[in-house]
């Protein structure tokens, strides 16, 4: 009984070691020698990318990200977030080719998020850009101590697409 017992907790540790690395096992039947387990690895190498970019769209302004969406969404994957938290909560779940935030917004504005991105990837000024209705001097001064891009609202959609494949071969 002792013996079952261990063999039962065994194959229960076994199991959790296993399904914590994504891995599968089986048993075996050999004849005579007991049980054998054979481990298969799972391929462990990143998906694919996808042929669309992906863009994550910040604006506290639905109209704005409606705009955005219905543009880009026959050329790329498209997600919108409403204010920075929202985004915040996007960028730890999904990966983005390029972030367009707004700057004013409530909870949290564009230049936080930005500060939070960058603090958690310092290579996020690649793929960030500012898009604003209200351009002043010290967010210019604060784009070009980060090599951030900015464009200005109201904004050409051509001009924004441009600026995104500018990102996007960074």
Same mark, same amino acid.
């Given at each position: 009984m002792d013996l079952i017992r261990w063999n039962l907790y065994t194959l229960l540790s076994i199991k959790m070691c296993f399904q914590q690395i994504r891995s599968q096992f089986f048993f075996q039947k050999t004849n005579g020698l007991g049980n054998v387990m054979s481990i298969l690895e799972q391929d462990q190498s990143k998906p694919e990318k996808s042929l669309q970019p992906h863009y994550l769209f910040v604006d506290d302004d639905l109209s704005i990200l409606n705009l955005? =969406?219905?543009f880009f969404s026959g050329s790329a994957a498209v997600s919108l977030a409403k204010d920075g938290v929202e985004a915040l909560d996007k960028v730890t779940t999904q990966s983005f080719d390029a972030i367009i935030s707004d700057v004013d917004m409530p *909870? &949290?504005?564009g230049i936080d998020l930005f500060k939070s991105l960058h603090s958690a990837d310092p290579s996020i /000024? /690649?793929?960030f850009l500012?898009? /604003?209705g209200h351009p002043s001097a010290e967010l =210019?001064?604060?784009c070009t101590q980060y090599q951030v891009r900015i464009i200005s609202k109201p904004v050409s959609l051509k001009v924004l697409q441009e600026e &995104? /494949? *500018?990102l996007c071969k960074k």
């Open positions: 955005f =969406e219905s *909870i &949290l504005n /000024t /690649t793929r500012f898009c /604003t =210019e001064h604060f &995104l /494949t *500018i």
